[in-house]
């Protein structure tokens, strides 16, 4: 039987196996069944026939599997019933699949003789069950699609339905996330199917959600003909282009900046296909409204700049016809009022859009008219520049550079001469706004990109040179800037404009951003490349006489612009000329030579010298910069980096002799210091002994490259045991020296306690060194570190005499030294392992050494001990060097628990001094740091010994409080100075508790009760102290306050929600009765209206409500007002009037 026959056998409900397997034939590309040839080749009654019995077979499916079943079995199960439904379930759909796949096949052989009522049938069932099928028929769900597409392509009847369904398929699968640009390319090919949905029928409503969720999507905006299908959105009804507007408006706050342009482009491409109404509607309601809020929108709101940007697509569509009429039109009723709006941000926007619309005139208007019209916008851009507000002046600025820009040719010389001379020589001396200056300087390039307008530019900008010296640095970068502009388009010569004294005079001393531009301008002139070595050098000598500091900057940054080698060369021809040098010197006594050599003498030889010292150490110091900007790139081309070893490694012992001045000599030192010490023996074997011959005096200078020079060669331990030995043999300790030394030095020099000191120091401060330094084997630096500590027995010493100088130690160097052990310590407690506390009981040690040996000259209470002012002040300047160690060593989150509690104790002993509260400000600094470690970590992992340092916190910032109130009474002029130096740090402490209040609840409320206990003790004290109602009067500001209220609340004022936090415990506090009396109220208004005086950002109802319940309280005493005191009723009455103002609010 042939499969024709066999075929349409088959399509029956006792044969549905045989039908499944012949679609799987016909899906099967290596077998010759295929369904297309099958039905081109049956005749009209056989395909007729075929797709009846298709239809009866998918409704025998259907009855036998009804659809109401198959959300049952969508998923796994274990029971049989449910298995073997399953097992139905699957066969049926496999079925329906079948049918799809022929109804889809028979698409193509469709025409208009043949009746194909049944595949319409079909169709509509398959339409019915598809919103029902199984999540897992994917497979199922896309071929029903793509036989909806081909359908509605075919223009078959019933194309409205099944193209409907399409379309709403394709919709939501270009919105799925794992969608394809084919996705949306094919919904745009299919959008003509949208004109079968009724706007104003409910049945819309989930397209149109759908529709405008398509505008939310990036992938649509960035696809074009994603684009496309966007704007002809517009075009579905009136009312929905209102829709879609508003969601874009919505939207706006969400999409990048670089979408902007996108978004206008769909406005665009919609207002050039509207007419009539639509087109009323697009210009009106969505152009229109962006114009407004183009206008009106605050500037720092975060949709201004991209509605800005949406609007200047529509300015650069100007060329495009119909696009100037539209604009003028538009922009009449809003862009006029806004330039002469009284706010200046409106001013601002509008001359912004003003300048990149201009010209805005009308095409019907005739030449005479359009004239008036251009007159009248030029006098706004003049109006601009004289505007009273920087902003606006700013925008006049760029509106005057666009348009000479853009229209030179086009603007009467007159107004173009005007236009220029006020902004080149009023607004670039602007004094009352640097950004109006730095506009000047900014807008500027975009004139000069007009070639016409360099001639005229060219007599103008040399009178701007003072801006290459503006004290802001803004100005500077957009002048320099400016000049490159200048260079680049050939508009003249930049050193014209600004002579080449006053830019290296600039590129001595200025920042990095205007230097390195500064190098970019010059680079050519004093580096270029394309000439001989020789030049190169012969620049750099020209260079350095003119400026010798600006020389060495601008070789700092010219690895920029140039390759490794080329700087390589320079440092070669400089060597070369410095050699050339020390021959002619040498020779300089054989005449007979030197006429036999003047037929070679370079230009350089007439000027350079090796008895001018400033030139040959700044070609040293060059040849250092240079070395160290391509330090990176020698690295990794070993072959360079030797071969330039070789060459400086064999002169630099003859340069030793010949540049013996000293700013020779630290040049020498670095470049060797880049060699290995074999490449060097002569040098490198003397540098120890150098160290160690140098003056007790010595200026850092003079060893700083010596110690860089032995760390770079990896000889850090001799620097350390030459320290360790003069700190052993320097302090009045143990006789006994320190065993163990590699190195022996022979000469016999004096132990130099003060230069250790001092190297010491520069170690620890200087990074590469340090390094070098913790990289030492342990037993060296545990021995460096016991030298140190017999500075402790010295301190004491200090502070039983009264003298600053001891056995020729000068009390400087003794705190130094004890400040250096204590860094030290936490540089090696770091480098351990953070579970070993070898060194912070170190650091433990010595705040209990204080505090038996030191606290007690800082006038502890209780301690008959007589204590001069100089013993008072080495004290403190002990306990504050130790405070600032351990401070750093909690800011960088390297002390455990216990230290901190240690640490908090000890700020407590601190505290209980006369002396302490000077060290306030250091143990705020620690309470914070401490508080923010603790606060920070999670709160169901908060062990019990962080619970308990946060109960310390608590204390010592009780007792920090209740010092500052005991001492404000004793002497306020030290209080005053106190709390001006903690109000910062302080602050921070408040704000960081505030953060993380939510967690930690606990410590916020303690703080805060703490901080009105102490603010209403003192003003109730300050108002009972007072008799007299004029002294008591309400405080107009915080200052107005006593001190430490004064203080504390101007720092509450600095955070929203502190002072919110503060109103609420002030409240709780009132209701709970801990404010009591007449007295206790006042001073809580005096709180609340401080606040609302010195205008807090805060919302109005939190202090209407603390006043709400401050007036109920006072409510209490109305009915025994006879009774109160004099002051009590003074106060109650005046208070009165104060509580029904802020109840007003």
């Known amino acids: 039987m042939s499969n024709r026959k066999s075929f349409l056998q088959f399509v029956c409900k006792d044969s549905m196996k045989e039908f499944l397997n012949y679609i799987q034939l016909h899906k099967n590309n290596s077998d010759p069944f295929d369904l297309n040839e099958l039905l081109q080749e049956y005749p009209r009654k056989q395909k007729v026939l075929l797709w009846k019995q298709l239809k009866i077979l998918l409704t025998d499916v259907l009855l036998a599997s009804p659809v109401e079943n198959w959300q049952q079995f969508d998923g796994d199960s274990d029971d049989e019933m449910e298995v073997e439904g399953a097992v139905d379930l699957k066969e049926s759909l496999s079925v329906i699949s079948g049918i799809t796949e022929v109804v889809a096949a028979s698409l193509a052989v469709i025409d208009e003789n043949v009746d194909y009522s049944d595949l319409i049938e079909i169709a509509i069932i398959l339409n019915g069950i ?42 939501e699968k270009s919105l799925m996330a794992k969608f394809s640009n084919a996705d949306i390319i094919r919904l745009w090919q299919f959008h003509q199917a949208l004109e079968s949905f009724d706007f104003n029928s409910e049945t819309s409503n989930k397209v149109k959600d759908v529709l405008l969720q398509c505008f939310m999507s990036i992938a649509h905006l960035k696809n074009e003909q994603g684009r496309r299908f966007l704007s002809f959105l517009f075009c579905w009804d009136v009312e929905f282009i209102k829709m879609i507007h508003g969601t874009i408006k919505n939207q706006l706050c969400y999409f990048p900046k670089s979408i902007m342009p996108l978004v206008a482009e769909v406005y665009f491409r919609a207002w050039k296909m509207a007419s009539g109404l639509f087109l009323e509607t697009i210009e009106y309601n969505c152009i229109q409204d962006f114009m407004h809020h183009g206008v009106h929108l605050p500037r720092n709101s975060p949709v201004h700049s991209k509605v800005q940007e949406l609007l200047s697509y529509f300015h650069q569509q100007k060329l495009r016809q119909g696009v100037d009429e539209m604009l003028y039109r538009l922009y009449q009723p809003i862009l006029w009022r806004g330039l002469k709006a009284s706010n200046s941000e409106v001013r601002a926007n509008a001359a912004i859009l003003f300048v990149e619309a201009f010209p805005i005139r009308d095409p019907a208007l005739t030449s005479e008219d359009a004239d008036i019209a251009i007159q009248k916008q030029f006098e706004e851009i003049f109006n601009l520049l004289e505007d009273p507000q920087p902003l606006v002046r700013s925008s006049g600025v760029l509106g005057v550079c666009r348009i000479a820009s853009k229209y030179w040719e086009m603007i009467p010389p007159s107004i173009l001469t005007d236009l220029l001379t006020k902004v080149l020589h009023d607004l670039s001396a602007d004094t009352s706004s640097a950004d109006v200056r730095c506009s000047v300087f900014k807008c500027l390039p975009i004139t000069l990109d007009n070639r016409m307008s360099h001639p005229l530019l060219e007599q103008l900008l040399p009178g701007l040179r003072n801006g290459l010296h503006d004290t802001s640095v803004n100005v500077r970068v957009a002048f320099v800037d400016m000049l490159l502009k200048v260079k680049a388009a050939k508009a003249g010569k930049f050193w014209k404009i600004c002579p080449m004294e006053h830019l290296l005079a600039r590129l001595e001393i200025d920042s990095r951003p205007v230097s390195r531009r500064i190098v970019s301008l010059l680079f050519n002139s004093f580096f270029p490349v394309n000439q001989p070595d020789e030049v190169w ?25 140039t390759a490794p080698t080329n700087i390589a060369k320079l440092m070669l021809v400089i060597r070369r000329c410095l050699n050339a040098c020390i021959e002619r010197a040498a020779r300089n006594d054989d005449t007979s030579d030197d006429e036999q050599q003047k037929e070679n003498i370079s230009v350089l030889d007439s000027v350079l010298s090796v008895t001018d010292d400033t030139t040959m150490a700044s070609l040293l110091e060059i040849n250092v910069v240079l070395w160290k900007s391509i330090e990176k790139a020698l690295n990794e081309n070993e072959e360079a980096k030797n071969y330039t070893i070789m060459k400086f490694a064999s002169v630099l012992p003859v340069y030793f002799k010949t540049f013996t001045d000293d700013r020779c000599i630290v040049p020498l030192i670095i470049l060797a210091s880049f060699m290995p010490a074999t490449a060097i023996p002569t040098f490198s074997c003397g540098v120890l002994s150098k160290l160690r011959n140098l003056d007790k005096e010595a200026d850092v200078t003079k060893y700083s490259a010596l110690i860089d020079c032995l760390c770079q060669w990896g000889k850090a331990g001799h620097v350390v045991e030459l320290i360790t030995d003069w700190l052993t043999e320097g302090l009045p300790q143990q006789s006994k020296k320190i065993q163990g030394r590699k190195v022996q030095i022979q000469e016999m020099v004096q132990p130099k306690l003060k230069l250790a000191i001092h190297f010491l120091e520069y170690i620890l401060t200087n990074i590469m060194s340090r390094d070098c330094l913790l990289d030492l084997p342990q037993r060296k630096l545990n021995q460096l570190l016991k030298a140190l500590a017999a500075i402790k027995e010295l301190q004491v010493s200090f502070l039983s005499t009264s003298g600053v100088m001891l056995q020729d130690i000068s009390l400087d160097t003794a705190l130094r030294a004890f400040s250096l052990h204590c860094r030290l310590t936490i540089h090696l407690h770091i480098k351990m392992d953070v579970k070993d506390r070898t060194y912070l009981l170190i650091l433990e040690d010595s705040a209990s050494w204080i505090d038996e040996n030191v606290l007690q000259f800082m006038h502890i209470p209780g301690k008959d001990v007589e204590v001069s002012e100089h013993q008072s002040q080495i004290a403190k300047q002990v306990v504050d060097t130790y405070l600032s160690v351990c401070k750093d060593i909690v800011t960088v989150d390297a002390s455990d628990a216990e230290f901190q509690t240690q640490l908090l104790g000890f700020t407590v002993a601190v505290m209980n001094s006369e002396k302490g509260i000077y060290s306030l400000p250091l143990i705020l600094s620690i309470l914070k740091e401490i508080a923010v470690n603790c606060l920070s970590q999670d709160i169901y992992s908060t062990s019990e010994k962080t619970k308990e340092i946060l109960n310390i916190i608590q204390n010592v910032f009780h007792k920090i409080l209740e010092i500052l109130a005991r001492s404000s009474k004793k002497n306020q002029d030290e209080v005053l100075q106190v709390l001006s130096s903690i109000q910062l740090v302080l602050g921070e402490f408040i704000s960081t508790v505030e953060n993380w209040h939510g967690v930690h609840e606990a410590i916020h409320q303690e703080m805060l009760s703490t901080l009105l206990a102490v603010m209403l003790a003192e003003t109730v004290y300050a108002i009972k102290k007072n008799s007299e109602a004029d002294d008591i009067a309400p405080p ?24 919110r936090s503060f109103l609420n415990e002030l409240v709780e506090c009132i209701n709970s009765e801990v404010v009591q009396g007449i007295v206790g109220l006042v001073a809580a208004l005096h709180f609340l209206l401080a606040l609302h005086r010195g205008k807090v950002n805060v919302k109005r109802d939190a202090i209407k409500g603390t006043a709400t319940v401050i007036h109920r309280k006072f409510q209490l005493f109305s009915g025994i007002v006879s009774e109160l005191s004099d002051i009590e009723r003074t106060l109650y009455l005046s208070s009165n009037k104060h509580l029904g103002d802020l109840l007003q609010l």
């Open 537 to 561: 050098c012969e620049r750099c000598v020209t260079l350095v006489q003119m400026n010798p500091m600006a020389a060495r900057k601008f070789y700092q940054y010219a690895h920029e612009h």
């Open 130 to 171: 598809l919103p029902v099928l199984p999540t897992s028929q994917v497979v199922l769900t896309f071929a029903i699609q793509h036989l909806f597409e081909a359908w509605w392509d075919k223009g078959l009847k019933g194309k409205a339905e099944l193209g409907k369904t399409a379309f709403m398929m394709l919709l």
């Open 1036 to 1059: 107009e500001a915080a200052a107005e306050l006593p001190v430490i209220s004064s203080y504390l609340l101007s720092i509450v004022m600095k955070y929203p929600s502190v002072i």
